[in-house]
């Protein structure tokens, strides 16, 4: 290969600039010209490309984003939309990929790679840590850390006014964020799509709680839990404990944001490297991840279709502490 291009995709990451730059410049190293399209699969239709330097990733470690932008693109979602994407690879003479996202992301490039034949590695980025096939994503620790800054200050206030505080954070499908950032916090309850948790079973906890004299109680809530967002279950929260001071917040994006921590840069550093290194040695349709501490790469249909399981021990541990 001559020239290859990396793209970033989907909800940005703490650690992507970082996973950039170590393609960027392993690209490099081996000869090879690297082009950074801009806006994911939206700038690949468009050919919002141009080639880096090493100069180019200067400067990036330490920051949080994606220099080459980030997009969700219907149009990348039809046969019409790839074929125009293809093209214009075709055109810039881009030979192979570096695609750096969640599953969304590499399901794009699994049909992208069937239909069209262009080899494409993965470097898992997302905050969500749901990708199977590598122990932990780019910018999952950055969040968990950003996370628990955020729940110790809510402890601190809900102890001055002895009050439930329900916080809500990130993950849509998974409950990584909330059970690490709930272990660590303290939480009294973490709610997660993965186990079947009743409103029954927090009030119960709440309720056994204060008659243990707890004057204030954290209950961590990953957006996604099947009995609904913070502000939801607060409101189920408040018909059941009518004398309890209830409060919400709601994290948000914040924890998409900031400087990547050690581990993300590491991870992504690791991760960018081996996933160009891969693509130049010939792999293709897989994704670069770290699984006890060792390089691995796993077929994207392996990487979006297995489900990676939380912890039980986590799960266990909450309710013992709380018990
Ligand atoms: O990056 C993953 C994620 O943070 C999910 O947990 C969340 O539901 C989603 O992104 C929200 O992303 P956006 O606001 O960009 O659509």
Same mark, same amino acid.
């Given at each position: ?44 239709? @468009?050919?919002?490309?141009?080639? #880096?330097?090493? *100069?180019?990733?200067?400067?990036? +470690?330490?920051? =949080? $984003? ?16 790839? @074929?125009?994407?293809?093209?214009? #690879?075709?055109? *810039?003479?881009?030979?192979?990929? +570096?695609?750096? =996202? $969640? ?35 780019? $910018? ?184």
């Amino acid at each position: 290969m001559k020239r290859v291009a990396v793209y970033t995709s989907g909800g940005d990451a703490p650690g992507m600039n970082a996973c950039i730059r170590a393609v960027v410049r392993g690209a490099i190293y081996h000869g090879v010209e690297i082009y950074g399209i801009r806006y994911g699969y939206a700038g690949m239709i @468009k050919g919002d490309m141009k080639q #880096l330097s090493s *100069h180019s990733v200067s400067n990036i +470690i330490q920051k =949080g $984003g994606t220099i080459l932008k980030s997009a969700r693109s219907e149009e990348f979602m039809t046969k019409e939309g790839r @074929k125009k994407a293809y093209e214009s #690879l075709k055109e *810039h003479g881009i030979e192979g990929l +570096i695609c750096i =996202g $969640g599953d969304g992301s590499f399901t794009g490039a699994k049909i992208f790679y069937e239909e069209f034949g262009i080899p494409i590695v993965g470097a898992p980025g997302t905050i969500d840590n749901d990708i199977y096939g590598t122990d932990f994503t780019i $910018g999952f620790d950055t969040a968990v850390n950003t996370a628990i800054s955020a729940i110790d200050k809510i402890r601190d206030t809900a102890d001055s006014h002895d009050r439930i505080f329900f916080v809500e954070v990130m993950g849509r499908d998974s409950g990584y964020i909330a059970i690490r950032s709930g272990i660590c916090g303290g939480a009294e309850i973490v709610l997660v799509p993965e186990t079947n948790t009743t409103m029954e079973e927090v009030i119960e906890t709440l309720k056994k709680g204060k008659n243990r004299s707890k004057t204030s109680s954290l209950v961590v809530v990953a957006e996604g839990d099947e009995i609904g967002g913070a502000i939801e279950i607060a409101e189920m929260a408040r018909k059941h404990l009518q004398d309890a001071d209830i409060r919400v917040a709601t994290l948000g994006h914040i924890q998409r944001g900031g400087a990547p921590s050690a581990k993300d840069r590491i991870l992504a550093s690791r991760m960018g490297l081996s996933a160009i290194e891969g693509l130049l040695n010939g792999r293709k349709n897989v994704m670069a991840g770290v699984m006890k501490d060792e390089l691995v790469y796993t077929p994207f249909e392996h990487a979006i279709t297995i489900e990676k399981t939380l912890s039980p021990d986590l799960l266990r541990m909450v309710d013992i502490f709380n018990s």
